[in-house]
C-alpha cells in the first residue's frame, strides 16, 4: 500500500526561527511530489516538485525531493506568525490512467511571537 | 474568479441518516475529486471524475456512498445510511489538467459529524 510519512507530527517554534518539515514516502508509479498549507480550512499549494536535486523556492519557502533516498524537506527561514498552519505533503501516484494524491498526516507548526 | 466551494461547511446528522455533500468546482475544471480525511488519519482519496464520468472510484469505502457528477458540472457525494465511523471533513478539489500537470484546487471542506 502506498505511504507518506511526515515528520515531525507537530512542531512550536518562535518567530524567526528556521524549521525544516520532512516527508517520505514508499509508493508505486511516482509521478510528482506536492506540498500543501492548510491554514484553516482549504490546503494551497505551495511546491510540486518532480525531479531530485532542484530546489524550489518561494519568498522564504523551499523545498527539494531526493528520489533515490525517497523523501523531502521544506524549508522555511525566518517564521512569522502567519506561517502557523498544517503543512501536508501528497504524493502522486498514477495507476493506469489514473491519478490520485496519497497524503502524509501533516506537519502542525505553530509559531509563536 | 470562484475557487472550489462545497456545502454544507458543517453537518450533524445521527447514525442512520442521510446526508449529501456537494461540491461547486472551478468553472472549467473536467478533472473532480473527493478526498475525505477522518480524525487523526491522512486525507484520503476517495474518487475523481473526468467530467461526468468516475474515472476511478477505488477510495470509496462501501456502498453507503453515492457520488454523481450530472452534466459535468457540481458534484453531490450522498452518504446513507450514514455510520459513526463516517465523520471527518470531506474535502472536493478540482483541475484543469488530469495528472497534476496543472495545480488542485481545494474546496475548505465539509465537516460531517456522525452521533
Known amino acids: 500500500e502506498d505511504k507518506v510519512v511526515q515528520s515531525p507530527l507537530s512542531l512550536v517554534v518562535h518567530e524567526g526561527d528556521t524549521v525544516t518539515l520532512n516527508c517520505s514516502y514508499e509508493v508505486t508509479n511516482f509521478r510528482s511530489l506536492l506540498w500543501y498549507k492548510q491554514e484553516k480550512k482549504a490546503p494551497t499549494f505551495l511546491f510540486m516538485l518532480t525531479s531530485s536535486g532542484i530546489e524550489k523556492k518561494s519568498g522564504r519557502l523551499s523545498s527539494i525531493l531526493d528520489k533515490k533516498e525517497l523523501f523531502s524537506i521544506l524549508n522555511i527561514t525566518a517564521t512569522q506568525t502567519g506561517d502557523s498552519a498544517i503543512y501536508l505533503c501528497?504524493?502522486?501516484?498514477?495507476?493506469?490512467?489514473?491519478?490520485?494524491?496519497?497524503f502524509g498526516k501533516g506537519t502542525l507548526l505553530t509559531v509563536n511571537p | 474568479e470562484a475557487g472550489v466551494t462545497q456545502f454544507p461547511s458543517h453537518s450533524v446528522i445521527e447514525k442512520g441518516q442521510t446526508v449529501t455533500l456537494r461540491c461547486d468546482p472551478i468553472s472549467g475544471h473536467d478533472n473532480l475529486y473527493w478526498y475525505r480525511r477522518v480524525m487523526g488519519k491522512e486525507i484520503k482519496f476517495l474518487l475523481h471524475?473526468?467530467?461526468?464520468?468516475?474515472?476511478?472510484e477505488s477510495g470509496m469505502p462501501n456502498n453507503r456512498f453515492l457520488a454523481e457528477r450530472t452534466g459535468g458540472t457540481y458534484s453531490t457525494l450522498k452518504v446513507q445510511p450514514a455510520e459513526l465511523e463516517d465523520s471527518g471533513v470531506y474535502f472536493c478539489a478540482s483541475s484543469q489538467d488530469e495528472g497534476l500537470t496543472g495545480e488542485l484546487f481545494f474546496g475548505e471542506g465539509s465537516r460531517l459529524t456522525v452521533l
Open positions: 471524475f473526468v467530467k461526468e464520468s468516475k474515472q476511478d
Open positions: 501528497a504524493v502522486e501516484v498514477r495507476g493506469g490512467s489514473n491519478y490520485k494524491l496519497t
